[in-house]
């Protein structure tokens, strides 16, 4: 029995150890790698991130693609199908990532893609949304892509090595997701009053999910450990202000009313104001899948997920028969 207990002892010694060891490098501004030994806490705080991150790009997608088939013209066609095929495939690699995390666990990607389905896992609350014109399809790729792209850029710095790097090239192809959005916006706040009336309803839509997106200033216990192992390094509220401070002027110049009559720039400290979204009706719509196209666009995914398993197990066969 002592013997027992002091092996215990002597295993919360080394486990304090190496959890020193491994603050000290991040303290340092070391990235740590897959292989490296990194506490529980760590490897669970990546999972989350990674896992959440991974299926929102998965749902982000479906917003988009109800507009491929009713798109103005081919060109916008080929484009937007492009850009989905691009946030599926962003989805899949961060997915991969989080399956690495979760080996130790006994936890592959089908069980990931099924906490999606379950309801164990949440998606951002933007891909709730409903996006019933074109400039909805337009707007989703200026603010919301733009919205993304100051979240993943800050992530760049991110002490968790793999998904450092996996960023920095969904961060490249979401700027370009951004610029096709850009576009479809200029052309719309250039066309007919019906077009500009069309944009500026898609912009009212959105403007208020957007502020939520960044989270409330407060943070949660999970994101303030976050920023404790460097896995993030911005605060909520600096993201929300980044965002505001680049996109407030951008609509202005493009003739077009942000939908906030609180959005003004404190002149001393340099702050925007804004109003604050309904944290408690969104946060229960993200947590129990309850928005107005939740359910749907769950459904899509599991009829997806459904649909296309001989798909997996046919490579997953393929595979196996390779490796004997």
Do not use: C
């Not at 959440?52 to 013209?73: C, D, F, L, Q, T």
């Not at 979760?102 to 709730?128: C, I, Q, T, W």
């Not at 700027?175 to 009053?193: I, K, R």
């Not at 939740?294 to 196996?320: D, F, I, K, P």
Request: proline share 5%; no cysteine; aromatic share 8%.
């Amino acid at each position: 029995m002592a013997g027992s207990y002091q092996k215990e002892g002597q295993k919360a010694v080394d486990e304090a150890q190496k959890t020193a060891e491994f603050m000290a490098r991040i303290e340092n501004g070391e990235k740590i790698e897959a292989n490296d030994w990194m506490p529980e806490e760590y490897r669970n705080l990546l999972i989350k991130q990674i896992h959440m991150h991974g299926v929102s790009e998965i749902m982000g997608a479906y917003p988009e693609k109800e507009w491929v088939p009713k798109a103005p013209s081919i060109r916008r066609k080929l484009a937007l199908n492009a850009k989905v095929q691009d946030e599926i495939g962003h989805g899949q690699m961060l997915l991969r990532l989080a399956e690495d995390l979760s080996r130790p666990y006994g936890r592959g990607r089908e069980a990931l893609m099924e906490d999606l389905l379950n309801g164990h896992v949440k998606f951002h609350n933007v891909f709730h949304m409903p996006a019933p014109t074109w400039a909805d399809a337009g707007v989703i790729g200026f603010l919301v892509d733009g919205g993304a792209i100051i979240t993943q850029a800050a992530l760049l710095e991110s002490s968790y090595a793999p998904y450092a790097r996996m960023l920095k090239r969904i961060v490249a192809e979401e700027s370009f997701h951004m610029q096709y959005g850009e576009s479809v916006v200029l052309a719309l706040a250039e066309g007919t009053t019906r077009q500009r009336e069309m944009l500026q309803g898609a912009i009212d839509r959105w403007w208020e999910p957007m502020m939520f997106f960044f989270g409330p200033r407060q943070m949660g216990q999970s994101a303030e450990k976050m920023m404790h192992y460097r896995i993030r390094t911005k605060t909520n509220e600096e993201l929300r202000q980044k965002f505001i401070n680049r996109y407030v002027p951008r609509l202005q110049a493009l003739g077009m009313r942000v939908p906030d009559p609180l959005v003004k720039k404190d002149p001393v400290t340099g702050e925007w104001g804004y109003t604050e979204p309904d944290w408690v009706r969104d946060t229960e719509m993200v947590r129990n899948n309850s928005g107005p196209q939740s359910q749907a666009r769950l459904h899509l995914r599991r009829q997806a997920h459904s649909e296309q398993r001989w798909v997996r197990e046919a490579v997953m066969h393929a595979t196996a028969l390779a490796t004997v």
